[in-house]
């Protein structure tokens, strides 16, 4: 019995010794904002939580925001990119890791595309 108590103590501090997956999930959702007097047209690809580029073509609203992506894990990249062909217009990027902005970037006469990316924390 005692050999038997002293194995369940084991077992139990080894198990209790690593994080469980639940603790190293992170949620992340992106967010575009764009602050111009014209809304131009857009685009926006991002890093879903089973590692598949999202594409969101031909937006034309001040503020896009995805859905609450909740399956990313701890030390994993997260990327967001915006395209645009107009001549004018500013967009802010945000990347939020549970609910917390940890990445932002502005893009200002947007032709071309311009891509932000955040390692998530251990």
């Known amino acids: 019995m005692r050999y038997f ?21 992170h949620q992340v959702y992106y967010k575009v904002v764009e602050t111009s007097e014209d809304v131009p047209l857009y685009t926006v690809s991002y890093l879903d939580d089973y590692g598949a580029t999202i594409k969101v073509e031909d937006l034309e609203r001040d503020t896009w925001t995805s859905e609450i992506l909740t399956q990313f894990r701890a030390g994993e990249m997260v990327t ?28 200002v006469l947007p032709s071309g595309k311009v891509t932000v990316s955040a390692r998530l924390p251990d």
């Open 5 to 25: 108590l002293l194995i369940a103590c084991a077992l139990t501090l080894l198990s209790c010794k690593k994080e469980t997956d639940l603790e190293k999930i």
């Open 80 to 107: 967001l990119t915006v395209e645009s062909s107009a001549p004018e217009g500013e967009f802010r990027l945000m990347i939020y890791n549970n609910f917390e902005l940890v990445k932002e970037e502005k893009m």
